[in-house]
């Protein structure tokens, strides 16, 4: 049986993988915080799920041991730099010194080597992480998957107002945008941990491609509700705003959603060639069948 560390396990989408993991017999160790007592009832229930107490950003040596017998080492964790850049290269190092043999970053996102810095404050942390941990002896799977369909789904993100029965975007509604789920996610995320022949490459999977305008559609078909539609500008009009934000920003969550909008309207997110074939077992959720259950 081999064994999977997953650091982030107590995380929406560290869940999902450890659960995904343990449907294909992989034995799990699940890294939590100190304290997190929600984190271990999660997992108790399974003696197959080793539950380790720790940081990401723990001393090496502590890190090491936790380590040791690791087959494959899941990355899932959110945060900023020091979790994604200074967290997942400390992680890393320890992982090369026990002889981990692959691991699988914490990316999930639009393409990430197709965007420049400056595109997007995240993205360039990945990047960022991406550049440090190259060469390295632990081999990486970078998977990426597009957006949440959860994440723009949300109030914040600003697209859907379900109660104003709107939907509102940027750019011409043409340009083809990658969208998947947690769950399908964290499905493709332990198929790839087991698969030997995704090692050093790239895994490029999403749940649907839709244009702003199709997706527009899928809201409507999906929830059974009429949604009217705004475009709020080009995506030359996005980036000037984005740029208007950022020059008084005091944070940069105050411009980071338009970042990701501008990354997936003007194209440049989009993510190609998909990999979808290399695991037929996974029957993705389409953007319409999701909005049926988030709002039935």
């Known amino acids: 049986m081999p064994t999977a560390f997953v650091a982030g396990a107590t995380g929406r989408l560290g869940r999902l993988v450890v659960a995904g993991l343990r449907r294909r017999d992989v034995r799990v160790r699940a890294l939590v915080r100190p304290g997190h007592g929600e984190g271990r009832k999660a997992f108790a229930h399974d003696p197959a799920i080793e539950i380790v107490e720790g940081d990401i950003r723990d001393p090496g040596d502590r890190l090491t041991r936790a380590l040791e017998g690791v087959d494959v080492l899941v990355s899932t964790v959110f945060g900023g730099a020091e979790v994604i850049v200074d967290g997942q290269v400390n992680l890393l190092r320890a992982a090369e010194k026990t002889g981990v043999p692959r691991w699988i970053p914490s990316d999930f996102s639009l393409a990430v080597d197709e965007l420049d810095y400056g595109d997007n404050d995240l993205v360039d942390l990945r990047k960022k992480a991406g550049n440090l ?6 081999v990486s799977t970078p998977i990426l998957i597009g957006a949440f369909l959860e994440v723009v789904n949300m109030p914040w993100y600003k697209w859907i107002d379900w109660e104003a029965g709107t939907f509102a975007y940027w750019g011409d509604g043409d340009q083809p945008v990658d969208f998947s789920t947690y769950a399908d996610t964290a499905e493709w995320t332990a198929e790839a941990a087991l698969d030997p022949s995704a090692a050093g490459r790239t895994v490029r999977v999403v749940g649907d491609v839709l244009t702003m305008k199709e997706l527009h559609q899928a809201m409507e078909r999906g929830s059974g509700r009429r949604i009217e539609a705004r475009q709020l500008g080009g995506v030359d ?60």
């Open 237 to 296: 009009d996005l980036r000037t705003e984005i740029e208007r934000l950022k020059a008084t920003a005091a944070d940069p969550m105050e411009y980071i959603m338009l970042q990701y909008n501008w990354a997936m309207v003007s194209g440049k997110g989009k993510l190609r060639p998909l990999d979808n074939h290399r695991y037929p077992g996974i029957r993705p959720t389409s953007a319409k069948e999701f909005f049926r259950r988030v709002t039935s």
């Open 133 to 138: 941990t190259r060469g390295s002896s632990v």
